[in-house]
């Protein structure tokens, strides 16, 4: 059974940073491809950023390319999302999924629940 779980999650100021984790088992993690999607509360769920099966490329939307960075490690079968200079509009719940490319598409494979991030101003 596949499952995606994201954690890091919670209340952040204005102007901080934070790092969300999703760490997946049941899948061979190095063979898929992961993405990071963010749903505010009456909007439509939208691509945040995604990196390729080696962990060599990245891609972001860009409302968060430049403060914003997407890694994983195969090892630990874990993708990370650091955030920096956090805006209220960054509020939403996090979501990371697998998938065979990234895509800006809901096309992925597997979901995880979500993270909730607020952000106070």
């Known amino acids: 059974q596949v499952q995606l779980v994201e954690s890091g999650g919670g209340l952040v100021q204005a102007g901080g940073s934070l790092i969300l984790s999703c760490a997946a088992s049941g899948l061979t993690f190095r063979n898929y491809a992961m993405g990071w999607f963010r749903q505010a509360p009456g909007k439509k769920r939208e691509f945040v950023g995604g990196?390729?099966?080696?962990?060599?490329?990245?891609y972001y939307t860009d409302s968060v390319k430049g403060r914003s960075t997407i890694s994983r490690d195969n090892a630990k079968n874990t993708m990370y999302l650091q955030m920096n200079s956090l805006k209220p509009e960054d509020a939403a719940v996090y979501y990371c999924?697998?998938?065979?490319?990234?895509?800006?598409?809901?096309?992925?494979?597997?979901w995880g629940q979500g993270t909730r991030v607020t952000v106070s101003s």
């Open positions: 999924a697998a998938g065979g490319r990234i895509t800006t598409q809901d096309e992925y494979d597997y």
């Open positions: 990196v390729s099966q080696s962990g060599l490329s990245t």
